[in-house]
């Protein structure tokens, strides 16, 4: 059973917000949501963590409603560097990390 | 630099044989664990370490997976008898301390294994 669904694909030209939405509608009361980008030939790079409601770093937002059904990476006005894929995770503690296929994000000139 | 070090890394080798994988933790991190990605796939958790030990290994595929952290630094995943569903690449990451879901994990760039 899928932790979480997200779209396989999304495409934005620079200077937008991008917005990739999560879906995790049997997230445990201890789950936490974490967000993971990876370019072509790298490992993955942690981006953001949270637990309910919002939470901004200085690369991203992340917007989890209250119901913590789904969360929300907002990447602010995305660069041609931020093509990579990125995926969405949902566990608690020191429970193996459960990747998916993340969304490939292309932004486009 | 102070990042997860892994070598080789790219590693070709034929169906049989015995490979030997490195990582090389961030200094001061207790927790390592090794995750493979196949293409087109996300990472697949395989082996965690806090110190020396395995605490978890639920993740091996079988019996011809092996990994050791003899001294609680560097860590070497083992495969015997490669076969060719073995090719991938092999990803490292460290912590400071345990928790998957609950901190960051360093990743390294991986090994890149071939099975020819």
């Known amino acids: 059973l899928a932790k979480t669904t997200q779209p396989i694909s999304m495409d934005s030209y620079e ?62 006005r995305v660069s041609l560097s931020d093509t990579a894929v990125y995926y969405c995770l949902v566990g608690e503690g020191n429970t193996p990390l459960v990747f998916g296929k993340g969304t490939r994000l292309s932004v486009i000139a | ?48 370490f806090q110190g020396t030990g395995a605490a978890d290994d639920s993740g091996l595929p079988n019996d011809r997976f092996f990994a050791v952290r003899p001294e609680g630094s560097v860590s070497t995943l083992k495969i015997q008898r490669t076969e060719r569903g073995d090719s991938a690449v092999y990803l490292c990451a460290s912590s400071p301390t345990p928790g998957q879901h ?14 020819l």
């Not at chain 1, 072509?40 to 690369?59: A, L």
């Open chain 2, 102 to 115: 609950t901190g960051e994990l360093f990743f390294g760039e991986g090994s890149r294994l071939t099975v």
């Open chain 2, 1 to 48: 630099g102070a990042g997860v070090s892994q070598t080789p890394s790219n590693k070709v080798t034929e169906k049989g044989k015995y490979v030997e994988l490195r990582c090389d933790p961030i200094s001061g991190h207790t927790a390592l664990y090794w995750y493979r990605q196949s293409l087109g796939q996300g990472p697949e958790f395989l082996i965690y």
């Open chain 1, 15 to 76: 200077g937008q917000e991008v917005n990739i939405t999560c879906s995790h509608n049997n997230i445990a009361t201890n789950d936490y949501i974490t967000w993971y980008q990876q370019f072509p030939s790298q490992g993955p790079r942690f981006i953001i963590q949270g637990y309910k409601t919002k939470v901004t770093n200085e690369v991203a937002s992340l917007f989890i409603p209250a119901d913590r059904k789904s969360s929300t990476l907002s990447l602010p």
